[in-house]
């Protein structure tokens, strides 16, 4: 019986079978200068910016990827690989630079997360890896900070770890989340490895575990006095409320932390809740709502005055439910010094080494420009080194920090882009020199 | 710097809190009865049958998970449970009962993958890991055998893993795919750990490296002249297979494993290809088609007649891009021997153990039965008891053996319900007596 679990061990070979047969050419040819790729995202449908996240993930397999013995074993077995090849994954590591975008930042489409410049077969074989981790952490951080732009002063909680594509997804999720503004997760793990706020209290199994909704509320308000959240929709909401406001009452709680609503029509309902729980004179008591949530309902119910002041997001947040996957792409631009691209019909691609530079007017993002590396161009440069030669050469930054980075990028954000649906997209402007390089590429091909 | 790896050691806080929030409470209310769960999924808007996968996971999970110290020490931090709730959790272990549809089988609403028996602290603690294994390996798995569905004679390959939602969800893919009819997957790790045959050449940035398509073709060629795919599409396709042909000819190789297109108008460049390498004389050469796909491209294609041989299919199968996730729910159904049910509008569940009886007509499903599990009803039971007081105890097939269930019970399917697009659905019955437990307990709660 096998689990599968991916771990320190054993992630060299998660990758992909072309990634190591590719290297065998590579190490036979010896092409092993060095080459640089791009991990960029392409315009996308209903996302008007994307929050760069996973990079702390990224950077730690980079520092620690190893082929175990058994690894090597495994690809001798498969017939596909030379020996001498396979005494090279024996001693290998990433000994490239990596560039790369701040977690927290919003970036664009064509604007490249993450920048590596490696020996070939280093910068060929992370290319799986690399994508499977950013992908996901990216799409959720966007997602997340989507429902931020709209809940106003209310709080986001990430409830959607059963419904992540996986363990590892659960775990990517909380931690995106967090950086997308949330204020915390139901995802035990994720609060102990990433020290996130946890938060939870009751399912509707625990009241029906009881004999009665109103012993279920007791129980629970005799063994957690100060976070009291009840579940009241199992049986009949208003109902439920009125049981909870009594339970409280009886048990002489000074004290009502709320309830929570995960059915039926939630406007109605939080209102009726509302009543109820301001003339039995407990006003701090919040409404907490959870079911099929994202930011579109967040944003319909906040605008039709729902007093709601809290919400679990789940399913629809982790799988990233409109837009589960993004069209994007790690890409060589630049082998030994040459710059490349490719010429497939509607997957062109910005050849070379480069930076970006943003510039800003009023406190809103006002330009982006994709550039050389080289070049001097006006603005912020986004791209910063964070490992050098294999090591991590810059601090990281707290998980804290790259929250609040992210919700300071979303100020920064034109408030025509902030819309949570809009055609409107923001297109970085490609400089001179760089749009020069593409036509003499496109001619030279010719 | 953090990865964040899920695993053997520290799986079991892979939970919503609240789940151990509820086991606090049931502890101090000596609430250690058997309790029954059911995980079914309700009426989806894109499939008309689910296929079951990810039972050999949960088990290998039920059968190791532990708390250990640091576990424990962390859950003490957070100031939410009794010393004698975290010594009970110290010695934890999953003992309950198992009752679960094989692997392969395939399923309509309502019915359950898998039904749990055990002392409600344990059935309820594993919640969350069961939902979070189960929901993306039965996505999967439904996926690829709607693909396999249309798929003909044609092989496919699983190209998902980088776009996957994380790490686990790309060796869950892998496997799932495999389940659905797929002939392996371009997945280094997932070949290893489930022994499933793996696939794999090249990408474009392998061409861009060289400085000639000609170049990197005949050094692929003179590695692996006996799995020889080339990629064709960087540059200019019908070009690409042209020298592809030369490459081939000018190396002396008797035999030409085929081409690989990416890009472009499909129909039209697969039909070109063909005849390219036939008039060449390779006309068992094969063609190899990736991006994008799903099984609504993969029929298009077939149907009008393109000349393809196989195909990887990555993201869309991966992350089930038309339907992301299942309306699946985790519901307790009995407890103590009392059977229980929801009244959430919209929400409402089926209570107490149960059975799903299965009848055939003419080699189809003509009937399912949904019973109380100790009703005689006709036809084949579909749960089986897989652990019994936390021990395995049915011997788990092999993946291969799993995969022909699949493509067995594919072939059981009415003809109406395979089809790829259609809003027919396959309704289980509710037998007579579970139907009247309903309705008793309906009036019951009024």
Request: aromatic share 10%.
């Amino acid at each position: 019986m096998k689990y599968g679990f991916v771990n320190e061990e054993n992630m060299s070979l998660l990758t992909d079978l072309y990634e190591l047969t590719m290297a065998q050419v590579y190490f036979d040819e010896g092409m092993h200068h060095l080459a640089t790729f791009d991990f960029f995202a392409r315009r996308s449908k209903h996302r008007t910016y994307l929050v760069s996240a996973g990079l702390e993930q990224l950077l730690a397999y980079l520092e620690s990827v190893r082929f175990t013995r058994e690894d090597i074993d495994y690809l001798n077995r498969t017939g596909r690989f030379s020996s001498d090849f396979l005494d090279y994954l024996k001693t290998f590591r990433f000994t490239g630079d990596v560039y790369a975008v701040d977690e927290g930042e919003i970036l664009f489409e064509n604007e490249p997360f993450v920048q590596i410049e490696a020996p070939l077969i280093e910068a060929q074989i992370i290319e799986t890896f690399l994508i499977n981790t950013m992908q996901i952490s990216i799409l959720v951080a966007t997602k997340a900070l989507r429902c931020y732009s709209v809940a106003q002063e209310t709080g986001l909680v990430d409830f959607g770890l059963r419904r992540a594509h996986g363990t590892d997804a659960g775990m990517k999720a909380a931690r995106s989340a967090y950086i997308g503004g949330f204020i915390g997760t139901s995802n035990v793990l994720a609060g102990k490895l990433f020290d996130i706020p946890v938060f939870g209290t009751m399912a509707h199994s625990y009241i029906l575990a009881h004999e009665t909704e109103e012993k279920a509320f007791e129980h629970f308000a005799r063994r957690y006095p100060d976070n009291c959240i009840l579940l009241v929709d199992t049986y009949d909401t208003v109902e439920g409320v009125k049981r909870a406001v009594e339970t409280i009452r009886r048990s002489g709680m000074k004290r009502f932390k709320g309830v929570r609503l995960d059915s039926g029509d939630i406007l109605a309902l939080s209102k009726a809740t509302r009543r109820i729980l301001d003339e039995a004179g407990f006003r701090d008591a919040m409404i907490f709502v959870s079911g099929g949530l994202n930011e579109y309902t967040i944003k319909r119910l906040l605008d039709k005055g729902a007093p709601i002041d809290a919400w679990g997001v789940g399913t629809k947040l982790v799988v990233s439910a409109d837009e589960p996957y993004l069209d994007c792409a790690y890409k060589l631009v630049e082998y030994d010094g040459r710059p490349v691209m490719k010429f497939s019909p509607g997957k062109l691609t910005l050849p070379a080494k480069k930076q970006v530079f943003r510039t800003y007017r009023d406190g809103k993002i006002s330009k982006d420009t994709i550039a050389l590396h080289d070049e001097r161009v006006d603005g912020r440069p986004l791209l910063r080194q964070y490992m050098s030669e294999g090591k991590t050469v810059l601090p990281l930054p707290s998980l804290e920090t790259i929250r609040e980075r992210a919700i300071e990028n979303l100020r920064q954000i034109p408030d025509s882009l902030k819309a949570i649906e809009t055609d409107e997209r923001f297109t970085p402007t490609v400089s001179e020199r760089l749009a020069h390089l593409v036509e003499t590429m496109k001619k030279s091909s010719h």
